[in-house]
C-alpha cells in the first residue's frame, strides 16, 4: 500500500474514533439528563418538541464536527486541511 495512502488510513481512523467516542458520550448525557424531559414534551407539546429535537440535531452536528477538528489538530493526526 502506497505511504500516501496509509497516511489518510491512519487520519480517517483517527477522526473515525474521535468521533465516535463524542457521540457515545453525547448520546449518554442525553439520555441521562433529558430523557424524561423530552419524552413529556413529545406527549404534551408536540410542535415544540419537533423544533427542539431540529436544533439538538443541528447543534450537535456543528458542536461535534468542531470538538473533532480541535482534538485532531491538537493530537496533530488529520488530513492535510486539518495542519
Do not use: D
Not at 4 to 31: D, M, P, Q, R
Request: proline share 1%.
Amino acid at each position: 500500500m502506497p505511504r500516501e495512502i496509509k497516511n489518510e488510513f491512519k487520519a480517517f481512523s483517527a477522526e473515525f474514533l474521535v468521533y465516535l467516542g463524542l457521540v457515545v458520550g453525547y448520546c449518554l448525557l442525553v439520555l441521562r439528563y433529558l430523557a424524561g424531559w423530552l419524552a413529556g414534551l413529545f406527549h404534551h407539546e408536540r410542535k415544540l418538541y419537533a423544533g427542539l429535537a431540529l436544533a439538538l440535531i443541528v447543534v450537535q452536528g456543528l458542536v461535534l464536527s468542531r470538538l473533532t477538528t480541535i482534538l485532531l489538530r491538537l493530537a496533530r493526526w488529520g488530513r492535510k486541511e486539518l495542519k
